[in-house]
């Protein structure tokens, strides 16, 4: 594929690897290709990850490194999205550039839906979007970035997070130029067949049609490539191997167009991007009647994969491909489309007999597809395609369909009506009973009513239908049928062929939901007057990295070149949840040409398992050899090591390259004796008792007398699934043993670089001063790049240890989803009394964390789950209890906000419960029970919630709160099949370790003789931007401009014995100990300063030397004396609380379950920010973050335990189509921290949890929907609150008929489509 070649061969590492699926977009690049047709060149984005090189014969591509670099000139695409903001950890930033610079070669001046669309396959997990988005607009005349218009109280304009005027010019003539020798080559040279023989395979390029119909009859099995995203990934992950590929993308015939007045007819080849342009260009030029079928396709294309995607995909492709939920298909097949097929002479209708099965179609396998004939509708024809997916953009859907529908002139009495539906069944399904059932009946409220009972019999799912959701399926093949039903109703009454329309309220089933980002504010205060223009302190002063990450010049861990004999290191997992290893047979895999040994746990020459938390956990699952049989049996490993979760690392084959090491891994036979009773579940674990101890107990109070004196007591409960981290960067090292004196250099993407050494040290027994672990960036963590990199960094260590050389160890994304675990899915009960006024008296709340195979931070994290239970509320009688549950899933760890997700979403939901049992608004209920004034927490820790209040109070203000709560009520009252909800979020977050040895810091700054400033520090840069903040803090205390001072890696040969780049805490302690050493050697110049007050710093450098005065100083910050209790269940755990509100609305479709986002407004307390982009950067993307684990992210397990989810085609992060349309932050003004550097506060976590507002705003918007239903009170809406869920949460007639479906009696009740209900 291209970006191996890219990476490997031509050592071009801008492009990334996030996915190799075509999911991510990280790996973007553009195409350029000349049409000697028109005689014009033809500029692409497309995924280099499923890019064949062999196609690109002709091509020009250009990557991130052909458009700009810092050596000569920046593109002002890298530029604006790297001074917007846009790039954190960078990982994503190069595929975006990419993307953005792809549109404005074919469109100079866009819009912002060309944007967003630009956009929309490509994902980010750092920056939730917006600053991405706000860089890009400025290429657009139309757009505009922030707000000014609001009432301005200040004397000069509100501080802005970039300067609009200090950007490049777009200039068109400075790009790249289109080979010409391309061209002459186009024009000139006669095309001929191409052929490349590889290893395994032949790749063979037809130019002619009876070539490629040669080619095909004699190699019927082997298949042609076009776009290759359908047969790529199946190569890459279901492991099809072709021995011969055929690939007829220079084969003219299959990529004609001919319009005639019946139709188009599209060459099989033609990309969808270039049908869905043509199909936009024939809705303009004929009459709308005749269009019904081509916009069908469009609402389809519009959605369907990304832009990338489209771009490659070919229409004949997508057919033959037969996807289950293919978009297409299904308004293909009831559009009367049509196939031409080489070797048939007549054409194959596109019906219900041409899909036959998974993946199969009725083809012959020589047979090729020439083209697809789209008709023009006929007079009285109407055609609509509906589709509801995981996420709005970018994913396969649920359920989609096309339905067509001819009447008789003049009448509302059905002619022909054709209905498919995909994701219903093993292919595209027609619905032809139903459509029978309906033919020669009119139109109306009865026929329909027969028709969904007709359509419920006929699309029967089983219960083990693929992919599951069968009840929400079955829902949504009633509901887009209702949908399409009203759509027909109101055509027919614009035809005067019925005398009433869909009132108001019923067609809002049929609006769109709002899509139209609207501008956003972001609102921070200015540095106050009279502080040094040189003083970067509290200025939005850009990720100093940014610049390098747009133009992909930022070296992340694989981007390393690979050194002298390097190997790469490919690991084994258990298939199995719960089994005895009896045998490990290596032989075949030893055979792989290239694979030079496998590693298993008998090579670790040290400590076999990591000890954390005092419980231990192997490295590799352990092979304990028996008797030494071993030993006589060549490369067959007798032993009885236990693995407990499908993912458990067994072993690892190391070869002189990746592909070679997969191969050989593939090979590793293990043989397995499962052992009874595995446990998946928490409830099993309950049951089966099966916890890591200790639990903990914490309670203020007296809660048992407490309920005795209450109003009203509720008991509930709800589930929160785990969240992958999906950091961009995939979990990567290379270990490189210097060959003397056991040292070992270990280049590493992880959080914690020191646990990495020691751990690597106490694995192969040698002392930490031999292991050096250097971290230059990570391409994203978010918890993710700590414990977990530790050990698959041992097996590498190991690997490079006993084989004497480099080894590289980067995981594919599939693996690293299946290996590393994620956040801690948690069962969470509440039982709370509360007063008739809502006060609450007492509550008592039960948290079960899914801690999976080995309790690796489990235990923290059900710690940290009781100390914020509380969240805002002072409950005179609280109780918690929470226990880490042991099971045989991957291994849970860390995840940006530690448990405290977990925590809140309980007592919050307990908050809505009280408020629904009460019949208010929960935010009555919120406020009747916060923190007041000074108080103790639960576990006697005063604090002050002033700004906590003041942060409610400001949200509530600047979301304009009440009236919007008005509007959305009355919303409501109009709309029958749309509500909106709002919800309203305090957070109060502890920040800090509470163990208080977690909270020092260490750093080292030297000066050189030029004056430039070296700084070292403890905290690893993931994109939160510590480095960007440690060169400000530097630049204040040597009072020196920040472009003297250079941050260098975190290295812990430079900086020892560091503390993880965790709890929110970097910057607070790293900041300090730069601090530190920065006054250390400002103090130690102030001779030299003194004797020469007028000199510069250059001049009191120079001096300093001369004089031998140390240039060169460590700093070291102590930390807070923290510390947690749990006997006396007291304690000072954090050394202060950020706070903060949010508001999130949000409009809901009850047939589809599908939302938006239409405004969040989130005011948050963090100090005096050091950087309030940087700070603003780390709220948006830690919202968007919370939003996708409360309202879509889904880890999908089969019932033996094994991951589903394990790449971005199953695991929907959001994506740029997620955004809040409305999306303003406020840092609260007036706010000092006397307990942090410069009076700022910790920022990286607590805003996670406030995503959970869209989360009650669905909920809220539900709870109205119910109503609908006569359904009032409390209750459950699980997370994440994905469209399944909540679909099915709105209880519509459809899903109730679903769940009745087994009581015939009762199917006859339907919704009345033309009055409200
Ligand atoms: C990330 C991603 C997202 C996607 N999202 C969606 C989505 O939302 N909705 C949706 O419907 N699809 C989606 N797809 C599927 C995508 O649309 C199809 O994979 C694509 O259309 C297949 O076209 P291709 O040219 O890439 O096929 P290839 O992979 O090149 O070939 C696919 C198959 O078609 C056969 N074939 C190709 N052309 C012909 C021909 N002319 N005659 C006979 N056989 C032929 C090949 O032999 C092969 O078996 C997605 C795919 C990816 C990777
Ligand atoms: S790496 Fe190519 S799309 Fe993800
Ligand atoms: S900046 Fe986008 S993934 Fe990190």
Known sequence: MLLSYLRERLRLTGTKYGCGGGGCGACTVMVSRYQPGTKTILHYSANACLLPVCQLQGAAVTTVEGIGNTKTRVHPVQERIAKAHGSQCGFCTPGMVMSMYTLLRNKPQPNMEDITVALGGNLCRCTGYRPIVDGCKTFSPMCFVGTHDIDCVFQEPPPQLFDQEDLLPLDPTQDLIFPPELILMAEMEPQVSQLFRGERMVWVSPVSLEELIQLKTSHPQAPLVMGNTNIGPDIKFKGAWHPIIISPTRVQELFEVTKTPQGVCFGAGCSLSVVKALLEGLVQEIPEE?????????????????????????????????????????VFAAGNCTLNVVSKSEEILLNKDFFVGFGKTSLKPDEIVLSVFIPVSRQGEFMRAFRQAPRKENALATVTTGMRVMFIEGSSVVKELSIYYGGVGPCTVSATKTCAAVIGRKWDEQTLSDAYTQLLDEISLSPSHPGGQVEFRRSLTLSLLFKFNLQMLHKLWEMNVIQEDLSEGVSSAIRPLPKQLQPSLQEFQAVVKGQSGDDPVGRPIMHRSAISQATGEAVYCDDIPKMDGELHLVLVTSTRPHAKILDIDISEALRVPGVVDVITSKDIPGKKFRTFTGIDEDILAQNEVLDGRVADINYVHKCYCQVSCVGHMVCAVVADNRKQAKRGAALVKIAYEDQPGPVFTVEEAIEKQSFFLPQRMIERGNVDEAFDKVDHIYEGEIRLGGQEHFYMETQSMVVVPSGEERELKVYISCQHPTYAQESIAETLGIPSNRVSCHVKRVGGAFGGKVTKTSIIACITSVAAWKTGRAVRCVLERGEDMLITGARHPVLGKHKVGFMNDGRIIAADLHYYANSGNTADESLLVIEKILLHLDNAYKVPNLRGRSVACKTNLPSNTAFRGFGVPQSMLVTENMINDVAMKLGCNAEEIREINMYKEVSLTHYK?????????????????????????????????????????????????????????????????????????????????????????????????????????????????????????????????????????????????????????????????????IQRISLSATGYYRGHDLYMDWEKQEGQPYAYFTYGACCSEVEVDCLTGDYRTVRTDIVMDIGRSINPSVDIGQIEGAFIQGLGLYTMEELKFSPSGVLYTRGPSQYKIPAVCDIPLQFNVYLLSGSDNPHAIYSSKGIGEPVLFLGSSVFFAIKDAVAAARVEAGMVGPFTLNSPATPERTCLACNTPFTQKVRRCHQPASLNSLPTPTHNS
């Open 290 to 330: 005749k269009t019904e079928i081509y916009r069908s396709l469009l609402q389809q294309l519009g959605n369907l994969g990304g832009q990338q995607i489209r771009n490659v995909a070919s229409i004949g492709g997508n057919i033959v491909s037969a996807y289950p939920n293919s978009d297409l298909n299904p």
């Open 941 to 1105: 820790f005063e604090f002050d919630p002033k700004n906590l209040l003041r942060c409610w109070d400001e949200c509530k203000e600047k979301s304009d709160y009440g009236s919007r709560r008005k509007s959305v009520a009355q919303f409501n009252q109009q709309n029958r099949w749309k509500k909106r909800g709002m919800a309203t979020i305090p957070i109060k977050y502890g920040i800090a370790f509470s163990d208080g040895f977690l909270n020092q810091a260490a750093s080292l700054v030297h000066i050189y003789k030029d004056g430039s400033v070296l700084v070292s520090h403890g905290g690893t840069e993931m994109g939160q931007g510590i480095h960007t903040k440690m060169q400000q803090v530097a630049s204040r205390e040597l009072h020196i401009p920040a472009s003297l001072i250079h941050i260098t890696e975190t290295n812990t040969s430079a900086v020892p014995n560091t503390c993880p780049s965790a709890a929110s805490f970097g910057t607070d302690a790293n900041g300090m100990a730069v601090k530190d050493a920065c006054e250390i050697l400002y103090q130690r110049l102030e001779p030299v300063r003194k004797q020469n007050p007028e000199g510069t710093w250059q001049t009191w450098v120079t001096s300093a030397f």
